[in-house]
């Protein structure tokens, strides 16, 4: 994956291990990885229309665009999220490749249509990439059209420009996602020191505009994989009104191994942040290979299992079905 940044994550870089570690390559990513995958959430399996994801019954995840503003290390969709012409990689068998983004007007009519006839859907998240990177006005479009096909539906935003290009985030942009409510900002955000004045700024002008802030966070191996940092990260989002959604152990995408923390490590580590601060977000991760979202604990883990390609924990989703997930 190419290095892309902004000039402000540049600058904070340079005052933080933790961001420059998350945007910097690292010659860790050329590591072989038996178990790395190319769509570690298996998202293809759900391909409903062109950039439409349908996996659970009442949501739906619309790739809105295939750009970000910075590019994360442990990105995972980063083998087809940076192509300059919107398709995905041509070496993927096609049962593994994910849905291309629907890009600025592309399949338009087919997922609107999809929504339209499938009123079950509740919510739509707009990701990407990141949906930010359209025009306000290519997004006002977007969320005008889904809108129209479904009068109902809820949106939620996911995207890290509070994060790494505060400034994208204008007065007008928030009131305009304002008038599209009932509207969810979703943000990726893993370390405090993301939790610059600007971002702060940025974040609070959607706060006060009553748009709901939730925080995605993801463990990552030298990064927030300590007591002090998470609950650090976790008690400033709560007091700035921000709400903690999830604690994700990492996907599965390559070049992505050496962020990794062992699942039971990350247990512990989550039982003692549990430990002193509440509420925190469920700790979960994306069943390799399309099994969804599932809360981690230990009670979930059915056993191990030796494979030809390593060792592999058993975890038993809500249906009693087993996944495997790496024990390293
Ligand atoms: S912002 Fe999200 S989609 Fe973009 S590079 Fe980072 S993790 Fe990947």
Known sequence: MELRLTQYIEELAK?????HKQFY???LEDEPDEQ???DPLGEALYHAAPGLVHQYADRALLLASNKCFAYCRHC???LWIHNSNNSPPSNLPPSNIPPSPCGRGRGRGAYVAYLHNHPEIKEILLSGGDPLTLSDEELRSLFADIRQASPDIAFRLCTRAPVVLPSRISNEFVAMCASFKPLRLSIHLNHPDELTSECRHALSCFVNAGIPVLVQTVLLRGINDSVDTLTCLFRQCLSLGLQPY??????LARGTKHFRVPLEEGLELYDRVKEGLSPVPPYAVDLPGGGGKIRLSKEIIAGIIATEK????????KDGRLWLYPAF
């Open 15 to 19: 005052r933080s291990p933790a961001v």
């Open 25 to 27: 390559p690292s010659p």
């Open 36 to 38: 790395a995958m190319d």
């Open 76 to 78: 995972f969709r980063r």
């Open 246 to 251: 999830y604690l994700f152990q990492l996907d």
């Open 310 to 317: 390593g060792r592999f924990y058993q975890l038993r989703d």
